[in-house]
């Protein structure tokens, strides 16, 4: 069972997992856990909504509408993202000269870079 939690951090649900629940962990790519459940029960799952899964934590990042199977059971294949792909609600800009630039090229060390992001964030 694994606990579906609120941005706010109250227990949502307990979902029991099928067997099309997966893990996948990319190498400079996302870290997604989709959990394939069957509630018989609508559970609105909004953006923020969390997961605690082996020591890691998933968010997820759009609104899930669930399929309606029929008036009783509610089908879920939702995708949950860890932190690394959290970046990606944040636009990066490189100001140059005062010329903010969402598109550029960044060749320096990964110090540069997290400084980069960390003011782009602020």
């Known amino acids: 069972m694994i ?3 609120g941005s706010d951090g109250t227990a949502k649900t307990q979902v029991p997992c099928d067997d099309n629940s997966t893990q996948a962990k990319e190498l400079q790519g996302d870290n997604v856990l989709t959990l394939s459940f069957t509630l018989y029960e609508h559970v609105a799952l909004e953006v923020n ?3 605690d899964f082996d020591g890691e934590r998933y968010w997820l990042q759009e609104r899930y509408l ?3 199977r029929n008036t009783q ?3 879920y294949d939702v995708k949950f993202y860890g932190i690394e792909s959290l970046m990606r609600r944040f636009l990066v800009l490189n100001v140059v000269d005062g010329d903010p630039e969402p598109v550029f ?3 320096a060390p ?3 870079h997290m400084a980069l992001i960390v003011k782009s964030i602020n």
């Open 73 to 75: 059971e509610w089908k």
């Open 66 to 68: 669930p399929d309606e």
């Open 110 to 112: 990964p110090r540069e």
């Open 105 to 107: 090229t960044l060749t």
């Open 49 to 51: 909504d969390y997961v």
């Open 3 to 5: 606990t579906i939690y």
